[in-house]
């Protein structure tokens, strides 16, 4: 299998954690939760920004330490210690990045991810944070501290203020543009400064709290939609399929 390398520019989303406003138990907040780190892996983010503008300390932290869980590799989950925000983890679908794709046998090549001096194999410890596989039987590694492919994604919360001082903005909107007009002007936009794309909140009204006049990569990815309103998951998967279809 040849694995997916990171994207040579940074693509990041801007999520709102308002949309779990509507989730009230852990096993919601953990499947949506899991949806978004699919969605986000498949399409190889570079970075989720969320902004906290539902407030709730105990949303916050939820969906903090399931990203952070979901993207670990198999062999190192079982380092997690016990917490009540992963209590329903077994509702999270494998993220199944590359790291995480490992083989029960070694092989010559094989890049491993660890923590702590873990990788999954017995008598190897390492302070690296990543190892290469160098020979199988018997088993050596070298310390390899760059892992060449794509790893998941960071995430950080910002507030809505910060939204403004971005200069790459795609901003998806039902008001928004035929994004396939716009595909020279986009792509030019991502080689020159990446792109940041923002999925407004469920109750909407983003366009009126930022200085929209200051942006012109304001696009309708869902055009003629069927729904009286599309979920902010929904709009992340359909948004993320066409920028990854232009930008290739």
């Given amino acids: 299998m040849i694995f997916p390398f990171p994207r040579r520019k940074d693509l990041n989303v ?3 954690t308002s949309i779990f406003s509507t989730d009230k138990t852990l096993a919601e907040i953990t499947i949506k939760t899991s949806f978004i780190v699919r969605t986000l892996s498949i399409f190889r983010v570079s970075n989720l920004y969320l902004v906290d503008d539902l407030k709730d300390s105990r949303v916050r932290k939820t969906v903090t330490d399931i990203i952070n869980y979901a993207l670990l590799p198999p062999y190192l989950k079982k380092k ?4 009540t ?3 329903k983890a077994g509702l999270i679908n494998p993220a199944n990045i590359p790291s995480h794709i490992v083989e029960r046998e070694t092989i010559e090549g094989e890049y491993r991810v660890g923590e702590n001096g873990e990788f999954g194999l017995r008598n190897i410890k390492s302070k690296s944070k990543s190892i290469l596989v160098i020979n199988s039987n018997p088993l050596k590694v070298k310390s390899y ?3 060449p ?3 998941g994604f960071k995430t950080r919360f910002i507030g809505q203020d910060q939204i403004s ?3 790459n903005l795609v901003i998806g909107s039902r008001s928004g543009k035929n994004p396939f007009n716009d595909i020279s002007k986009i792509k030019e936009l991502y080689e020159k400064n990446g792109i940041s794309l923002l999925i407004g909140p469920p109750q909407g009204g983003i366009l009126k709290n930022i200085n929209v006049l200051k942006y012109e990569y304001i696009y ?8 009286k309103d599309v979920r902010a998951e929904e709009a992340l998967l359909a948004s993320l399929s066409i920028l990854n279809y232009i930008l290739g």
């Fill in 145 to 147: 501290d760059l892992f």
């Fill in 165 to 167: 001082l971005m200069n």
């Fill in 85 to 87: 925000t992963l209590k």
């Fill in 149 to 151: 492919y794509y790893n």
């Fill in 220 to 227: 309708n990815f869902i055009p003629n939609q069927g729904v």
């Fill in 14 to 16: 801007i999520l709102f």
């Fill in 80 to 83: 997690v210690p016990l917490k």
